[in-house]
């Protein structure tokens, strides 16, 4: 099992549209988790971090359970500009006891006038 | 503030040939530094990290392999490059463990032929 799954998409939607992402990991002892995004052949930038009591920037929501080791990202009212790839990250235990951060393969995001 | 410094931005090298790409980060002391990959259309693979100067962990067998010779230099290299070396290759750093952000290079485009 990977240990941070998403759908890949593409989610296709008309502009003004809601849409929402899911990913879900795998490692119970992960700590802090968050969103980020991703246009082509351009670096991750971080969207936002993801909170256990949920937490809203703008259009973008983004939730967190637990108990069911999964997160999601909710965009309201979609812009053209908001086509990209979205990545979900979870900061997961390393063997050193350290940790690190492991990217899910991303959903594709491909909003249309 | 902090930056990061990741060199070349492309690269096209012959297979069997030797690779070192370079990443430095300013502004920041004993940042945590990590090397992902992307393969044409896919994830962020997680290569390898390091929490301090000549500390490295890598996540899977390969071909390459990470230095940290100085406390904001990071080092991928590789003797021979195999064709299924090529990818998107990108630096970045954290401060600390736990809920930190993750900060990426702008990335270099490796093919190899």
């Known amino acids: 099992r990977k240990e941070v799954e998403q759908d890949p998409g593409p989610f296709n939607v008309p502009e003004g549209a809601t849409v929402a992402f899911n990913c879900t990991y795998s490692?119970?002892?992960?700590?802090?988790f968050f969103w980020y995004r991703q246009d082509c052949r351009k670096e991750p930038k971080l969207l936002m971090s993801v909170y256990s009591s949920g937490n809203e920037d703008g259009r973008f929501t983004a939730q967190l359970n637990r108990a069911s080791q999964y997160i999601s990202l909710l965009i309201r009212d979609s812009k053209l500009s908001d086509s990209a790839t979205y990545l979900c990250v979870v900061n997961t235990p390393g063997g050193d006891s350290s940790y690190k951060l492991i990217f899910g393969s991303g959903t594709r995001l491909l909003v249309r006038p | 503030s902090q930056t990061i410094h990741q060199w070349p931005a492309t690269l096209v090298q012959p297979v069997g040939s030797p690779l070192s790409l370079e990443c430095t980060v300013e502004?920041?002391?004993?940042?945590?530094l990590y090397w992902y990959r992307q393969a044409a259309g896919r994830g962020l693979q997680l290569l390898f990290y390091s929490v301090g100067i000549g500390q490295i962990s890598s996540e899977v067998p390969q071909n390459l392999s990470a230095s940290r010779p100085q406390d904001r230099q990071f080092i991928l290299s590789s003797k021979k490059l195999l064709l299924s070396d090529s990818g998107f290759y990108l630096c970045a750093w954290a401060l600390g463990t736990g809920s930190e952000k993750l900060f990426f290079g702008s990335g270099t485009q490796l093919s190899v032929l």
């Open positions: 490692n119970s002892a992960s700590q802090s």
């Open positions: 502004g920041t002391s004993n940042p945590n």
